[in-house]
């Protein structure tokens, strides 16, 4: 049996990404409320089952949003995700194209976050840094040009709203 699907089969794949303290984890639960059809997944549950390997990891979830995409749904993983890496999972071919959007928020508040986590302070100047790296290229290292959505003082139906909104415009 010939596992290739045709172009015309294939489906978008999105992924919410952003540093660590943007909001990823916590706008997933609304948007499984207002996306009922689609299947949102936390790229980090794997590293909460002992999976430590990033390629690993994201290879394992583009397979389930193939699986997903074989049974006629779409899907959502919210988590830190780079396009060079995405590009290299086995199943990426699969998809007819995929879609990053940026959960961004200033630094005062991502450092508040993520010391609420008890990261150390290297880890959150970097993390910094990451995000400040995102949001100058979102317009230059992903095509289209990645959105930026800022959790800094939105609630998080009003995140949701905005994430449904971008996925929408590609169905």
């Known amino acids: 049996m010939d596992n290739e699907i045709s172009s015309k089969q294939k489906v978008p794949l999105f992924i919410v990404t952003g540093s660590s303290g943007s909001g ?5 639960n609304e948007l499984r409320r207002i996306l009922p059809n689609f299947d949102i997944f936390d790229i980090d549950n794997l590293r909460e089952v002992g999976i430590s390997d990033e390629q690993q990891i994201r290879n394992v979830w583009l397979r389930v949003a193939r699986n997903t995409a074989e049974s006629g749904r779409m899907t959502i993983i919210c988590g830190t995700a780079m396009t060079w ?5 086995i199943d990426f071919p699969y998809f007819k194209h995929v879609y990053y959007l940026n959960l961004h ?3 005062e508040t991502r450092e508040k976050r993520l010391r609420e986590r008890n990261w150390p302070e290297e880890m959150i100047q970097d993390y910094k840094k990451f995000a400040k790296w995102l949001f100058e290229n979102a ?3 992903y095509t289209p040009s990645m959105p930026i959505v800022d959790t800094t003082n939105a609630d998080v139906a009003d995140v949701a709203a905005q994430i449904k909104k971008w996925v929408l415009q590609y169905i």
């Open 24 to 28: 990823k984890t916590y706008v997933i």
């Open 105 to 107: 928020c200033d630094d």
């Open 139 to 141: 317009d230059k290292e």
């Open 85 to 89: 890496d995405i590009e290299k999972c």
